[in-house]
């Protein structure tokens, strides 16, 4: 039986990074598999919920460990490593699109999210999903790392390319407007 074949619980992460480094194609679908309904969610999540951004930075993300597996060393675990590089992947697009001219105040910010919500109700994931995903990109970005995905601000400020500082202030912008938002959709 192929190390693909076996059943998930059979057959460990390491395993299938072994094989698919030995080129077995079947051992990285399985990786795929099991790992990319957590890719997509922290790449949507950094796309500002946009479902076809999100899709392309997935596929993006999984072609760039296809290329870049024979470098995994295997000092962490490979659901880590998959995780921080689709994040990179993301917040590589977020840079792209950031250098291109556009608004990044947080009154604009603050009117984006109150078009987006007309009807908002702070109980409703969806809705709280559409306003964070409304917030400027940078400060999205910090948010979803340090408060979903857990990143410490060091770690942020480097693979953004600010200071902690700024990781730190566009966390507290983020969540001013937020605030503001649920706060007044209350």
């Not at 399985?30 to 999100?54: K, M, N």
């Not at 870049?68 to 994040?87: D, G, M, P």
Request: aromatic share 6%; net charge negative.
């Amino acid at each position: 039986m192929a190390l693909a074949d076996r059943p998930q619980d059979e057959t460990s992460d390491a395993q299938l990074v072994r094989g698919a480094q030995s080129g077995q194609v079947r051992a990285f679908e399985a990786l795929y598999r099991r790992h990319v309904g957590r890719v997509h969610g922290a790449v949507w999540r950094l796309s500002g919920s946009d479902s076809a951004r999100a899709e392309e930075i997935t596929q993006e993300a999984f072609i760039r460990a296809w290329q870049k597996l024979s470098s995994f060393r295997f000092e962490s675990a490979f659901s880590t490593w998959l995780h921080r590089l689709a994040v990179n992947v993301a917040l590589m697009d977020i840079r792209s699109r950031s250098s291109q001219p556009a608004h990044d105040d947080a009154d604009d910010a603050l009117q984006n999210i109150e078009e987006a919500l007309p009807a908002f109700c702070a109980a409703e994931r969806g809705d709280l999903e559409r306003a964070v995903a409304a917030l400027p990109p940078r400060a999205r970005a910090v948010l979803v790392l340090h408060d979903i995905e857990g990143w410490k601000h060091e770690e942020i400020a480097g693979e953004l390319g600010m200071a902690v500082g700024s990781s730190k202030a566009q966390l507290h912008r983020a969540r001013g407007i937020l605030r503001r938002v649920l706060g007044e959709a209350a």
